[in-house]
C-alpha cells in the first residue's frame, strides 16, 4: 500500500523560511511526479510545485522564486523548501504522487492517485 507521510510544518513569522518533507513508502516512485499542494480554510486545494517522473519542476506562479521542489529518490522522499514566506502561504501542505504521464495536467489535483494527510504551515507574526 502505498503512504506519503508530510512533516516540517509549523508557525513561522513572516519572511521565514520553513522545509516540507515527505517521505514515500510502498512503491518505487522513480516512474512517478511528485507534487505539493495547499488548501487554506473556505478556498479550493490549490497547486504549489511538482517535481516529474523525468526530473522537471513546475511552480505555481504565486510561489515562483520563493519556493524549491527536490527529490532523493534513495530516501523516496521529496522537499519543498519554503523561503520569504508571506501570510497568505497560510495553509495544510499536501504531498501527493501520480505514474508520471502527462505534464500539461500536473497542477490538478483531480489526476494524482495517492495523497499524504497533510502538514499545517501557518505564517504570522
Known amino acids: 500500500q502505498v503512504q506519503l507521510v508530510e512533516s516540517g510544518g509549523g508557525l513561522v513569522q513572516p519572511g521565514g523560511s520553513l522545509r516540507l518533507s515527505c517521505v514515500a513508502s510502498?512503491?518505487?516512485?522513480?516512474?512517478?511526479?511528485m507534487g505539493w499542494f495547499r488548501q487554506a480554510p473556505g478556498k479550493e486545494r490549490e497547486f504549489v510545485a511538482a517535481?516529474?517522473?523525468?526530473?522537471?519542476?513546475y511552480y505555481a506562479d504565486s510561489v515562483k522564486g520563493r519556493f524549491t521542489i527536490s527529490g532523493d529518490n534513495a530516501k523516496n522522499t521529496v522537499f519543498l523548501q519554503m523561503n520569504s514566506l508571506k501570510p497568505e502561504d497560510t495553509a495544510v501542505y499536501y504531498c501527493?504522487?501520480?505514474?508520471?504521464?502527462?505534464?500539461?495536467?500536473?497542477?490538478?489535483?483531480?489526476?494524482?492517485?495517492?495523497w499524504g494527510q497533510g502538514t499545517q504551515v501557518t505564517v504570522s507574526s
Open positions: 501527493a504522487a501520480r505514474v508520471g504521464r502527462n505534464v500539461w495536467l500536473i497542477r490538478f489535483p483531480r489526476e494524482y492517485e495517492y
Open positions: 510502498g512503491r518505487t516512485f522513480s516512474s512517478y511526479d
Open positions: 517535481t516529474s517522473w523525468s526530473l522537471t519542476s
